[in-house]
């Protein structure tokens, strides 16, 4: 579905692929260093946040965490019920989509272990399926790779969004990574999440691609359907998939959870326990499934507008983040600090860090966010220099640059300081790295 996204921007074939083998390597990269940061610290990415924003000041991210958990409940909750739809055109898409929602509760429910379980048994069933689907697809042909009608307007968005996709990993991908133990080198964990992220996300994404112009008046899952004959292998194919993506999105109701403990957290002591589990998980699935049923009717554009979204709230942060630990302070933190209402990331005058809030932090976090604006262009937001720019949105670009460049700038002095490792457990492969 998400594959699909390169061609509704406005590219053809070969250069929608394209788009998503670049935007694939560069999001990844990004997530994949993320990920590097687990075993050095051992704490779930938001709480390490604090390390950058401040102990009140990180909770931007977790705010913008809660977007991305509850907006990703919605769309894959939708694709799933689109999925069984496929299957079954005579039934409600949104009965389809509630039941779908329904079963992704119950997992988070049942908690962190039932999830893993679930999704080890899921495995083989998927990858037969993507198997299969990918044969059809190959098989069914009918597709023309030319080179021509390329154009930097939907070239260079659709990379951003594809990239986007990747991306908003990050704010949790370190969370699997941190059991790891911690003299794991960063190059082992870089490669480890970066192969697996972008070559698995690549494969279906272009698998998408190509549905989408071998059933050009089709959407992507009814395609699927047609590619596999209609029958009662695509029926389990599709089903299959619909189990898998709903217990995917058992992972956004839990996040969102963890999320909100982090928040809760910040102000008062959250003690864990089915009870804190269940009221917890009740946000998400009651917000995000009202939502997912009011947005099924424009699922592609609502989920290009979204992206587009997370990309002007997430671009900065990650940037600022891995300047901070990689450029900065070279992954010396001081861990106990971050459960610390009054510790070092409360009130820290040489990082620039006054009751919470590290204000360096905070305005080239702003300073990026704004500065994209002029540059993005969607259904929601068409920015003043795109025109110009033949339509291309290089909004991702411009954040990247300009967050993390003011953010080196703003943190030069205390990045000399940063040479004295601070207490806590530190990886000492990151100074190295």
């Not at 053809?12 to 997530?31: E, K, T, Y």
């Not at 133990?181 to 690549?202: I, K, M, R």
């Not at 990247?400 to 030069?412: A, D, N």
Request: glycine share 12%.
């Amino acid at each position: 579905m998400f594959g699909a996204v390169a061609v509704f921007v406005g590219n053809g074939l070969l250069w929608a692929v394209l788009a998503v083998v670049i935007g694939n390597i560069v999001g990844s990269a990004f997530m994949a260093y993320h990920s590097a940061q687990g075993p050095a610290l051992g704490v779930p990415q938001l709480i390490q946040s604090r390390g950058q924003f401040g102990y009140y000041g990180a909770l931007l991210p977790v705010a913008l965490a809660a977007l991305l958990y509850g907006g990703f409940f919605v769309l894959t909750a939708i694709i799933a019920g689109q999925a069984v739809t496929a299957v079954i055109p005579g039934l409600s898409l949104n009965v389809a989509i509630t039941g779908c929602a329904l079963i992704s509760l119950a997992l988070a429910l049942m908690g962190y272990s039932v999830i893993h379980k679930a999704a080890r048994l899921a495995t083989w069933p998927l990858a037969i399926s993507v198997v299969a689907l990918s044969i059809a697809t190959a098989h069914h042909g009918g597709v023309s790779w030319t080179t021509s009608g390329f154009a930097g307007g939907p070239f260079v968005p659709a990379i951003a969004i594809i990239a986007t996709f990747q991306l908003t990993y990050a704010p949790y991908v370190s969370d699997y990574s941190r059991y790891l133990p911690e003299d794991t080198s960063v190059s082992s964990t870089f490669w480890a999440t970066f192969l697996g992220t972008s070559l698995s996300a690549l494969w279906s994404e272009v698998i998408g691609v190509v549905l989408v112009f071998q059933f050009a008046k089709q959407g992507t899952l009814q395609a699927a359907n047609s590619v596999l004959g209609g029958g009662a292998i695509a029926a389990l194919v599709l089903l299959v998939g619909a189990l898998a993506i709903s217990g995917n999105n058992s992972m956004s109701l839990y996040g969102g959870m963890l999320n909100l403990i982090t928040a809760i957290s910040s102000v008062r002591e959250v003690r864990p326990g089915v009870r804190a589990r269940v009221t917890l998980l009740l946000p998400t699935f009651v917000i995000g499934g009202g939502v997912a049923l009011l947005a099924s009717s424009n699922f592609i554009a609502n989920a290009t507008n979204f992206l587009v979204l997370l990309q002007v709230g997430f671009v900065p942060w990650g940037t600022v983040n891995l300047t901070d630990f990689y450029l900065i302070k070279h992954g010396h933190y001081d861990v106990a600090a971050f459960f610390q209402k009054r510790g070092r990331y409360y009130q820290d005058p040489g990082s620039g860090t006054h009751r919470g809030f590290a204000v360096n932090a905070l305005v080239a976090y702003v300073v990026g966010m704004l500065v994209m604006l002029p540059f993005i262009n969607s259904t929601w937001l068409t920015g003043s220099f795109v025109d110009s720019l033949g339509g291309a949105d290089i909004s991702f670009i411009v954040g990247f640059v300009v967050s993390g460049g003011l953010y080196y700038l703003l943190m030069r002095r205390y990045r000399v300081a940063s040479a004295v490792p601070l207490p806590g457990p530190v990886g000492a492969q990151v100074t190295g790295a």
